[in-house]
């Protein structure tokens, strides 16, 4: 079934070449059934390259969803056409009096900032206020998973001493959880950061729990005992190409980047990447969707309201 999308979204071509099965606006009125509602705070400069791989993450589910995607207001990026932001994406004002069943919120280049000086810092503050009240289930990613154990919960990052960057192997500390399920013991995702979220401070924080981790990058995924939050510090959402990308981009900046560990075969960057992490991340998108957002959000969205 597919992901309902504006008609004539970049994203779309790419994904049916993939065959992929997305849904335009005009063929989804002709279909009898409430789809899932899910925004996206897509905070990464490259948003459109961001929102095709969030798309594809969602988009191996029996179930019709409906994407609303957001900007900020009160910070405008330079990296994506103004015509793009004006046709396909509103703010937080145009939706702050709807419901949604989940909404997820992107990572952001800004970790090297204090939350606080981030430009748009206000503003997030809302929309994450906002989430417990009009989001049944509110999923973050990277950047965003730091900000929102920051703001709800006071859980400060950390400077790492060098960029977690590469593809790491991870464990289930909960396995028999439904965001899991059809994980094997251990899996792979790629990170590309430069602080870290530690378990010593979440492990104090009586409804937070600790999901899965990495010995070399960390926590990876937290939720709330309500399952109504949940926090993931990498990317599995990446393309095998993205990590190269940024690696040629600071190389050619000049900033001397040290190559993304895990990633090259013999980590030799003349190698093509191995892509080794789609079919968990699928997993982890579709059994958010289904288990913590269809089998439990009302079909009058409205309840949504606590």
């Not at 809302?126 to 509110?138: D, F, G, L, Q």
């Amino acid at each position: 079934m597919p992901v309902k999308i504006a008609d004539g979204l970049p994203a779309q071509s790419t994904l049916e070449n993939e065959h992929i099965f997305v849904m335009t606006e005009h063929r989804a009125l002709h279909q009898d059934i409430r789809p899932l509602k899910i925004a996206i705070l897509n905070l990464m400069p490259t948003k459109i390259t961001t929102e095709t791989q969030i798309l594809r993450s969602l988009s191996n589910s029996p179930l019709q969803i409906e994407i609303t995607l957001l900007q900020t207001s009160t910070y405008t990026g330079k990296n994506t056409p103004q015509e793009h932001l004006g046709q396909f994406y509103k703010t937080f004002d145009d939706i702050k009096d709807l419901n949604f069943d989940g909404f997820i919120i992107t990572g952001a280049p800004v970790e090297q900032l204090e939350f606080e000086q981030v430009e748009y810092w206000d503003e997030l503050c809302r929309i994450m206020e906002w989430t417990k009240t009009h989001v049944h289930s509110t999923f973050h990613i990277c950047w965003a998973a730091q900000a929102a154990l920051y703001y709800h919960y006071g859980i400060p990052k950390y400077p790492l001493e060098k960029k977690m960057f590469g593809v790491f192997t991870h464990r289930l500390l909960t396995p028999k959880s439904r965001l899991f399920h059809g994980f094997d013991s251990e899996f792979c995702v790629p990170h590309s950061r430069h602080t870290e979220v530690r378990a010593e401070d979440i492990e104090k924080v009586k409804e937070l729990k600790i999901m899965a981790v990495s010995d070399e990058a960390g926590v990876y995924a937290v939720c709330t005992e309500d399952s109504k939050q949940f926090f993931i510090t990498g990317h599995s959402e990446y393309d095998a190409e993205t990590l190269d990308t940024e690696y040629r981009r600071d190389l050619a900046k000049g900033l001397s980047p040290e190559i993304p560990k895990h990633y090259y075969p013999d980590d030799d960057p003349s190698n093509p990447p191995v892509l080794c992490w789609r079919a968990h991340s699928t997993l982890l998108y579709t059994n958010w969707l289904n288990y913590f957002v269809y089998q439990t959000t009302p079909f009058d969205i409205s309840e949504n309201v606590d």
